[in-house]
């Protein structure tokens, strides 16, 4: 039996300064890598010899959003159907704390309503990504 084919895409709230949309993508980017590294291929080199790190192998398309979509997106990631979806969250929560241990305090001591999600990131299999973002717009500077 085949597996059924992966999609990798971030969801990224557009009304975000471009320097806040850029370390949201790069933290998801960071987090996903680290949860399935079979996403990275191989170094290559380049015709002299030069070598160059793996990149994803997956396309990962960048969708635009907005603080109650990603709400939304993320409510509905518990819902059964989504099930074995890898997701990764980014949010004020994390982004205003530069220590990491200071962010594992204060989102313990955060409610998950009073997380502003800046960005979502998803992996996992291509049908359910679609059934949740398949709508979305591409995110454009």
Known sequence: MNEPEQKCV??????LPLGLIANTAAMLGIS??????????ADVA???????????M?????????EALL???????FEPEFVGLTVVDFSDVAQKINV???????????????????????FGEKK???RLTGM?????A
């Not at 971030?10 to 009304?15: A, F, G, N």
């Not at 990962?60 to 907005?66: E, N, R, T």
């Not at 990491?100 to 204060?106: E, G, H, L, R």
Request: proline share 5%; aromatic share 6%; no cysteine.
């Open 10 to 15: 971030m969801v990224i709230d557009s009304s």
């Open 100 to 122: 990491y241990a200071d962010f594992v305090q204060k989102a313990a001591e955060t409610p998950e309503r009073e997380h502003a999600y800046y960005g979502i990131a998803l």
């Open 71 to 77: 709400r939304d997106l993320r409510l509905r990631l």
């Open 32 to 41: 996903i890598g680290k949860l399935h590294p079979s996403i990275v291929g």
């Open 136 to 140: 979305l717009p591409l995110l454009r």
């Open 128 to 130: 359910k990504v679609n």
């Open 46 to 56: 380049d015709k002299t010899g030069s070598v160059h790190a793996g990149i994803s």
């Open 58 to 66: 997956y396309p990962i398309s960048m969708l635009k959003g907005d």
